[in-house]
């Protein structure tokens, strides 16, 4: 069972695989992001933990938006999560009540599919998930090993339906022959209503473990997806675009790496029910401001 320190200390074993960043020695702590939307241009937004848990929105997150809008600050949206398409995302966020625009929402799918080779594909991916925008040739991976050992490369969405004995097949077939294994969602965890779930980053490192000049990750804190963000803020310095996240490893860090503003959020995501700093200071990880909900 995953727990925050449990998910912590995985994440500062991988570390060395994660972009390098300066380190910081303390944060500004805040109330609310309306203390600071003179000196921000945009802010982006991580989902889970900040403007959702589960499939609950957090109270107040979506006039908090509002509200920066109406001060003139573009709104970004940026998630990790790799288990649906595009429609899929955008319709998600409109059934969590929050009031975005389809260009505000940016995926680590999106970045992962522009990096897709032609190729016969074997992916990892939920059964609702129809894999329409794959342009690809593809192969569902479920239970038949022969699956594994005929595909060219390894395409990781999403573990809602990835099992164990599933995991040890696609180790096995890294083993036979090692391929190009690309991970959909960095993020090792996510917070949910009954704790955390497991996400494709988990199971990536641990084939990154054995094979690790053949895994790439995609999302926080990995390039890719900072690209599409700047992308539609043309003209914008990065020091006036500000990132808010609940983990340390992937939101902070990645936009530091990049030279965005950060702020960590504390009360609902990965660090609910605990003092951050023992953290920030383990990890170096310390971002611009932090504050309990945006």
């Keep these: 069972m995953l727990t925050t320190q449990s998910i912590f200390d995985r994440y500062q074993e991988v570390r060395a695989r994660l972009p390098k960043v300066v380190a910081r020695e303390s944060s500004v702590e805040i109330q609310s992001l309306l203390e600071i939307a003179d000196e921000v241009d945009a802010f982006v937004f991580d989902a889970f933990g900040v403007l959702n848990v589960g499939e609950t929105m957090i109270p107040g997150a979506d006039t908090r938006l509002d509200q920066l809008r109406e001060r003139g600050c573009a709104i970004r949206i940026l998630t990790n999560a790799a288990s649906y398409d595009r429609s899929g995302a955008i319709a998600k966020f409109k059934r969590l009540g929050l009031r975005v625009e389809d260009d505000e929402i940016i995926t680590s799918r999106e970045a992962t599919l522009q990096n897709l080779s032609k190729a016969h594909w074997g992916v990892i991916a939920a059964e609702t998930d129809p894999l329409s925008d794959l342009p690809v040739q593809t192969t569902r991976l479920k239970d ?48 949910r209503d009954d704790g955390f779930s497991v996400e494709p980053g988990y199971y990536g490192h641990k084939i990154a473990d054995l094979f690790p000049k053949h895994v790439q990750f995609f999302g926080k ?11 539609t803020l043309p003209g914008l310095a990065s020091d006036r675009i500000a990132m808010c996240g609940d983990t340390l490893h992937t939101d902070i860090l990645g936009a530091a790496a990049r030279g965005w503003r950060t702020v960590l959020v504390t009360q609902d995501g990965l660090f609910s029910g605990f003092d951050t700093r023992p953290f920030s200071e383990e990890s170096r990880l310390f971002a611009d401001w932090q504050l309990p909900r945006i």
Excluded: C, K
Excluded at 147 to 158: A, E, G, K, P
Excluded at 161 to 172: M, Y
Excluded at 221 to 231: K, Q, W
């Design 144 to 191: 038949a090993p022969e699956d594994y050992n005929r595909v060219d490369h390894f395409l990781f969405l999403s573990t809602a339906d990835w099992t164990l004995a599933q995991q040890e097949l696609l180790e096995a077939a890294m083993q036979d022959r090692p391929r190009t294994l690309l991970i959909g969602n960095a993020d090792l965890a996510a917070p």
């Design 221 to 231: 804190p990995f390039p890719e997806v900072y690209d599409l963000i700047e992308a």
